[in-house]
């Protein structure tokens, strides 16, 4: 080795990362584990005074070697004496035009490796952009630093995973080989050091459509580590994609980046690139307060509060000649209406195709129709860049159906009149758990209002109570706040119904939601919902929580 006799000529330079390998056996290691042939085209960035580049050239069919210190040039190939498989292209490796200079050559390779110890202080770009090169490099054996080689090869949810463990995980499979000590150099980094291995794969397990969108993606994702997922992104992507977004993958509200995998990412910016069409996820509702009063011009008033729950209907809105509701079972369909509703208001010629996906039981008191009904009118509203506001939209979703203009905002309210009017209480409720439960048989709204009397129910309840229970989080004073003034009418008119509340009612504080039949419980544990679930396998019994 012919390093020790340069070691009084050549100054290392630090601001071009000049550390030069003296270790003979992590030389060696370094060569043996890249597994060379003589079909092999070896790409070495930073080769130094050829501390590598020999036994590369030994074992390798041709070595192009990009080094940026001229100064050090003629001492490299001094080193290289007696080999002519090599070319030293003296540029910044970040400069160059590596595909060029790989045509340039006469040499034919089976396969390209990447090989070196890299200059540090640009490890990442390095490595990033060669992996962005159209070309087939196939494996990489290179020397780093320690933490950065910890990072590369990290596995989710560790203190190690982050952008540079997805952006190179996308790529290609990294694993370390082994550590190398400061001591191996001259002059010693300040830093420890590690040979990493990257197999590039031939067939990507997770595929982005966009990868330029993945890639900004995953940066803006962990632009602030302490941060949540959704606190980096929320500076970036509309708040309607990213709820979408956290909806469609069940995303917890504090997830953070290191906790998804590159799968996710992939996932979750393949469905926005898929996102030509709008989506919207209808939630349902539960009442906490339905307070009747008498009948006012042919319409009960209410004192109506209702908070969004995690159960959703999703529809998908595109653009078409005519309104269609793909798979339309019902003729008088709210949907349709609502569709009608806002494309005349638009004066809008042209029609759209909406695809629904019904997970909210019909005639159950979980308002499945009207959430449908609002979330067509948003669907469309952002499909047809109507920008209306959502008191406009609260307007047109009034025509609908008193609950309707509820779900435009979808927040805790007080909804007054005949339900219409959204009075919205701004108080931060934490989740609360429920588990609705709904016998078969359905009941319609206009029956039961049909069937209260205001003079039979008992009003002692007090509204002011409940929402201070919401407001200090205090569930026991909630649940002893919670009320339906449509539970008797509604119990009196289904059979089915009322033999399963008293039955629950003996056990559980059971409510009912709306004009019924669906129940609910308030934080049930999870044996009840267990034993609920096993024993009532015929009816919907559902988990969720509010929203
Ligand atoms: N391979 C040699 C060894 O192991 O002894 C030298 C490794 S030293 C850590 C990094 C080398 O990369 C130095 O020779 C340095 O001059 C070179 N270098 C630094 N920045 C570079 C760049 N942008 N493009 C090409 N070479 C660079």
């Known amino acids: 080795m012919q390093n020790r006799k340069f ?33 092999t085209l070896v790409i070495e960035i930073g080769p130094g005074l050829g501390a590598i580049t020999r036994g590369l050239c030994m074992d390798a069919g041709f070595v192009l070697a990009y080094e940026i210190d001229y100064s050090i040039i003629p001492f490299l190939n001094e080193n290289l ?14 400069k160059s035009n590596i595909i060029q200079d790989i045509n340039d050559l006469d040499f034919k390779y089976k396969e390209i490796y990447v090989v070196a110890n890299l200059p540090y202080y640009i490890t990442t770009p390095i490595i990033l952009n060669l992996l962005e090169l159209n070309i087939n490099i196939k ?21 190690d995973y982050n952008n540079l463990s997805i952006l190179i995980g996308y790529k290609a499979k990294a694993t370390k080989l082994f550590n190398v000590n400061r001591t191996s150099f001259y002059p010693a980094p300040h830093v420890d050091s590690a040979v990493i291995e990257l197999e590039v794969y031939e067939n990507m397990p997770n595929k982005a459509i966009n990868e330029k969108l993945f890639y900004s993606f995953i940066r803006h994702s962990f632009e602030t580590r302490r941060k949540t997922l959704f606190n980096n992104l929320i500076n970036y992507y509309d708040k309607e994609l990213l709820d979408n977004i956290y909806t469609e993958f069940k995303l917890k509200p504090n997830i953070r980046a290191e906790e998804l995998s590159i799968k996710d990412f992939v996932d979750i910016t393949n469905y926005m690139e898929n996102c030509g069409k709008i989506t919207i996820y209808a939630h349902s509702k539960i009442n906490l307060i339905l307070e009747v009063f008498d009948e006012k011009d042919g319409y009960h008033m209410v004192n109506n509060l209702m908070i969004p729950i ?45 695809k629904l996906e019904k997970n909210i039981p019909v005639s159950a008191g979980l308002a499945g129709g009207s959430t449908d009904a609002a979330a067509t009118l948003k669907g469309i509203n952002i ?30 309210a007080m909804c007054t009149n005949r339900g219409e009017i959204v009075n919205h209480i701004d108080i931060k409720v934490k989740p609360i758990r429920l588990l609705l439960i709904k016998p078969n048989s359905g009941l319609s709204t206009k029956e039961v209002y049909q069937n209260y009397k205001y003079e039979q129910i008992d009003h002692k309840q007090n509204v002011d109570l409940t929402i201070e229970a919401l407001k200090n989080n205090d569930l026991n004073l909630l649940e002893e706040n919670i009320f339906n003034d449509l539970t ?17 009612n003996k056990i559980y504080n059971i409510h009912l939601s709306g004009s019924g039949p669906t129940m609910f419980i308030m934080n049930p544990k999870d044996k009840d919902i267990k034993k609920l679930k096993e024993t009532y396998k015929d009816i919907f019994v559902y988990e969720c929580y509010t929203k």
Not at 389 to 394: P, Q, R
């Open 7 to 39: 070691k009084e000529l050549v100054v290392p330079k630090k601001r071009f990362g000049q550390n030069f390998l003296k270790d003979n056996n992590v030389i060696n290691n370094i060569i043996d584990s890249a597994h060379l042939t003589k079909d």
């Open 81 to 94: 004496n007696g080999f002519n498989n090599y070319k030293i292209i003296n540029q910044d490796i970040l």
């Open 139 to 159: 494996k990489y054996i290179v020397m780093i630093q320690l933490e950065v080689a910890d990072r590369i090869c990290g596995k989710p949810k560790t203190k």
């Open 310 to 354: 995690t159960l959703y209907d999703k529809l998908e809105f595109e653009i078409s000649d005519d309104i269609i509701l793909e798979d339309n079972k019902i003729e008088d369909n709210i949907i349709i209406k609502a569709a009608k509703l806002i494309l005349d208001d638009a004066s809008i010629k042209t029609g759209v195709k909406i």
């Open 383 to 412: 499909l047809y860049n109507l920008n209306y506001s959502n008191e406009k939209l609260k307007e047109l979703a009034s025509k609908l159906g008193s609950d309707v203009p509820f779900f435009i905002d979808e927040k805790l």
């Open 488 to 504: 008797k009418p509604a119990l009196s008119l289904n059979k089915e119904l009322n033999l399963l509340y008293r039955k629950l």
